[in-house]
């Protein structure tokens, strides 16, 4: 129906005459990866994969931080930022009131990736990834959201669910690459990317 999770909160934005907040998802059954697609599949198939409860580990929270400086510019200043920057993670990732796994990703024994995932009735929600943005040249995002559609294939579910899509945001054109895309429109979902 449009709503995402963070932490324990449910939400679904609502703006005074704006939809520019498009909810999102892959049909996984009818999913055609493109080349560069199977490309990042065939790089990445043979990392380590565990599945694992949702626990804080100061592994996954360095690898967290750096993801957060590098992608959004969140430069810390002291300990006491740290600090709350943990509680933040923990608050916004590690809490939920619904059934959620955290994906750990690992290339020889390095860390390279986690995704938080919540599991539900018709599909997977990507809660969110992050992963090493010193490989430049990698894939880890694209190889996360493939192994999921691998996965709910697995788990006979029909949807990966992949968050809100807004045109003119460059964070989120990702999403376009992943086709058939169908997005929540008026109450509908309908195919909004061939």
């Known amino acids: ?32 990866a493109t080349r560069s697609q199977q490309r990042a599949w065939r790089k990445y198939k043979s990392m380590d994969i565990r599945i694992l409860p949702l ?33 933040q993670y923990k608050q916004f990732l590690l809490q939920t009131n619904i059934e959620s796994i955290l994906v750990e990703f690992r290339e020889e024994g390095i860390l390279r990736m986690v995704s938080i995932i919540d599991v539900l009735n018709d599909g997977l929600s990507s ?45 989120m054109s990702y999403k376009s690459l992943y086709r058939p895309l169908q997005g929540l429109v008026n109450g509908q979902w309908s195919t909004i990317f061939e």
Request: hydrophobic share 25%.
């Open 1 to 32: 129906m449009g709503f995402r999770r963070s932490g324990l909160f449910t939400y679904r934005p609502y703006c005074d005459n704006c939809q520019a907040c498009i909810a999102t998802r892959i049909p996984v059954n009818s999913f055609k």
């Open 55 to 87: 626990d804080y580990s100061n592994e996954h929270f360095e690898l967290y931080q750096h993801y957060q400086h590098s992608r959004h510019a969140e430069p810390q200043t002291n300990n006491e930022s740290v600090e709350n920057n943990k509680d």
């Open 127 to 171: 809660v969110y990834t992050f992963y090493d943005t010193r490989i430049t040249s990698s894939s880890f995002g694209t190889f996360s959201i493939l192994w999921q559609i691998e996965q709910a294939k697995i788990l006979k579910l029909d949807y990966i669910y992949l968050g809100y899509y807004i045109e003119k945001s460059e964070k």
